[in-house]
């Protein structure tokens, strides 16, 4: 399984970006899609999460508000729309395929993709 993951790039603070991920099967599509992101120096850490369904959603504190994940489940897509970006969003965000049909911060994930630079910058 394969997750291409692509929109990212360089924002001022307050712009907007999306990003997008495929799998390259229907592997997703009963399961749990997410977003993690990790930053220069820092652990990787959660940003969203979206079942399989599209039913719930879950985002980390520092992006409620501001982040909406979303997916289309029959071509196995999760989005992440950003906005009011802030520099402390830079980081490389990383799209997730869950190995359950439900998406946290905790909960396993199942596959990861490559990563997409997010630069966010006056």
């Known amino acids: 399984v394969q997750l291409q993951a692509s929109g990212g790039g360089l924002v001022q603070p307050g712009g907007s970006l999306r990003l997008s991920c495929q799998a390259s099967k229907r592997t997703g599509s009963n399961n749990g899609m997410g977003w993690f992101r990790q930053a220069p120096g820092k652990d990787r850490e959660f940003v969203a999460g979206i079942s399989w369904n599209g039913g719930s959603t879950v985002y980390a504190d520092s992006v409620k508000g501001r982040f909406t994940i979303s997916r289309t489940r029959a071509a196995s897509t999760v989005y992440l729309n950003l906005d009011s970006l802030k520099p402390e969003d830079t980081a490389i965000y990383y799209c997730?395929?869950?190995?359950?049909?439900?998406?946290?911060?905790?909960?396993?994930?199942?596959?990861w993709g490559q990563g997409t630079q997010v630069t966010v910058s006056s």
């Open positions: 997730a395929v869950y190995a359950s049909s439900f998406a946290g911060a905790t909960q396993r994930v199942a596959y």
